[in-house]
């Protein structure tokens, strides 16, 4: 099997786009853990986005095996797993002692328990094209709920009139990896990529509109925007950072891919 087929260029050319902007997407946390080594602590950040960042390239992998002929697939969601692997074990080894067990729980139960039931299952109750549907419909479900993920951050925005939390490049690249995967899935002629990149392009869209209309269209006095921040808010990003607000504390989680980043439970989703 090549590893990229030149059978159809167009779907050659959007595979390896999504391969490379998923690839940068992947890379968005290494300054936080680089933050989190030197100073030898995990900082009150949280582990969820990289452990569901995991899971989602687990499934992804296992679906484009099953439908085989689907390598840029399997090619980007290998490496998101050995840079998602390499950032949860570094969360791991500098994290508190109590949060350290919960995170090697949910790596347990979520990522290794809830792999294996979708795999056991389909491999001994479904064969044939009903497997690769039904770990289709799996993989288009997740996609779904990390996509929808960034609305508390857009509502955030719209309610405090700030765009402090909502990074523009991030927004931007995860947009064009939506946009890269969609064509993909579109010219293989698969649903269960390109339907639920279809959402994280139009939400990629509206955060960008988002950002520039209340970054350069509306005017907001600094009181007004503090005022609007109430005290126990939590919001959701794509993204791998978790900042607190200064001054305060509240705390922003921080979502992050296929194959849909971002965290939040952010999730990316690259496929």
Avoid at 55 to 80: D, E, H, Q, R
Wanted: with cysteine; net charge positive; hydrophobic share 50%.
């Amino acid at each position: 099997m090549a590893i990229l087929s030149m059978d159809d260029p167009w779907v050659f050319i959007c595979g390896v786009l999504g391969n490379i902007i998923a690839f940068m997407v992947f890379l968005a946390p290494v300054l936080t853990f680089y933050t989190i080594v030197k100073k030898k602590s995990s900082q009150g950040y949280e582990s969820i986005p990289y452990l569901v960042a995991l899971f989602s390239c687990m499934l992804w992998i296992y679906y484009a095996l099953v439908k085989t002929n689907s390598m840029p697939i399997i090619t980007i969601n290998s490496v998101g797993c050995v840079l998602e692997i390499t950032y949860i074990a570094i969360y791991i080894a500098y994290a508190p002692a109590s949060v350290r067990m919960t995170t090697l729980k949910i790596l347990g139960f979520f990522n290794l328990g809830g792999f294996s039931l979708i795999a056991g299952f389909s491999y001994f109750f479904t064969k044939g094209p009903n497997r690769v549907q039904l770990l289709g419909w799996i993989c288009l479900c997740f996609g779904v709920g990390v996509f929808v993920a960034p609305l508390s951050i857009m509502r955030t925005v719209i309610r405090t009139k700030s765009v402090e939390f909502m990074p523009f490049s991030l927004s931007f690249f995860l947009t064009l990896n939506a946009v890269a995967w969609f064509f993909y899935g579109f010219l293989k002629n698969d649903f269960y990529v390109y339907l639920p990149n279809t959402l994280g392009f139009a939400f990629g869209i509206v955060q960008m509109i988002l950002y520039v209309f209340y970054k350069y269209c509306i005017k907001v006095p600094e009181q007004e925007k503090q005022h609007n921040v109430g005290p126990n808010i939590v919001l959701e990003m794509s993204s791998a950072d978790s900042p607190r607000i200064e001054g305060t504390n509240e705390k922003f989680v921080i979502h992050q891919i296929n194959q849909s980043d971002t965290q939040r439970v952010a999730s990316f989703k690259f496929g």
